[in-house]
């Protein structure tokens, strides 16, 4: 035979379960509608008229949830909305919001997130580059590095060209003017290498 104690608990589970189904929007049956005129007789299930219970300390709260102490702690430190009294109704409804996948349970930290967004940006930077640079490509509009070598090798050919006969023919040019006269000839040395230096790129191919 149940007791008075054990009956009360029958009753309360079943007023528990008729509220879910209450939120969720299903239809009582009539046994349930029963159920809750009789509660709402005796004042068991009007929220106004009855408060919410509230845990005597964390492991009473934990008991309630049907869950250890560390995951009531590792919660507080992982989210920012978790109830901040031990208000056991809060924390059900809290509960189902994490466990269930709900929307409203805000990490502590976003420092994660933003390094996963970064690697993300950073990725999509390098696919952008690498999608700009095929493009490129298709268009004949990339220089391979193959070209650019050879570019400077023939550049530095005529670059030493130019210096070596500019050292030779130099000192020849110079003998024997006054120092008025090396200043106009150094000049005209200067722009005649600047002339063949450029004729010499244009015929190298490395200028138009």
């Known amino acids: 035979m149940l007791t008075t104690a054990q009956i009360g608990q029958i009753t309360q589970a079943n007023i528990a379960n008729i509220l879910k189904k209450l939120k969720e929007g299903k239809t009582l049956t009539a046994v349930e509608s029963r159920l809750v005129q009789e509660a709402?007789?005796?004042?068991s299930i009007t929220e106004e008229r009855q408060p919410s219970k509230s845990a005597k300390n964390l492991e009473e709260l934990a008991d309630c949830l049907a869950i250890t102490t560390r995951t009531l702690r590792r919660w507080k430190k992982k989210y920012t909305d978790y109830p901040k009294n031990r208000n056991i109704e809060a924390w059900v409804l809290f509960k189902e919001k994490v466990s269930g996948g709900g929307s409203?349970?805000?990490?502590a930290s976003s420092a994660v997130?933003?390094?996963?967004?970064?690697?993300?940006?950073k990725k999509s930077e390098k696919q952008v580059e690498k999608l700009e640079l095929e493009i490129a490509k298709t268009k004949g509009d990339?220089?391979?590095?193959?070209?650019?070598?050879e570019a400077g090798q023939k550049l530095g050919l005529v670059v030493h060209a130019a210096f070596s006969r500019l050292a030779r023919d130099f000192a020849a040019r110079l003998e024997?003017?006054?120092?008025?006269?090396?200043?106009?000839?150094i000049v005209k040395v200067l722009s005649e290498v600047q002339i063949d230096m450029k004729e010499e790129l244009e015929n190298a191919g490395i200028i138009k």
């Open 40 to 43: 709402k007789d005796t004042d």
């Open 142 to 149: 990339l220089i391979s590095r193959a070209e650019v070598r």
């Open 104 to 107: 409203g349970a805000a990490p």
């Open 176 to 185: 024997g003017k006054n120092p008025a006269e090396r200043q106009v000839e």
């Open 113 to 121: 997130a933003k390094r996963k967004q970064m690697a993300d940006a």
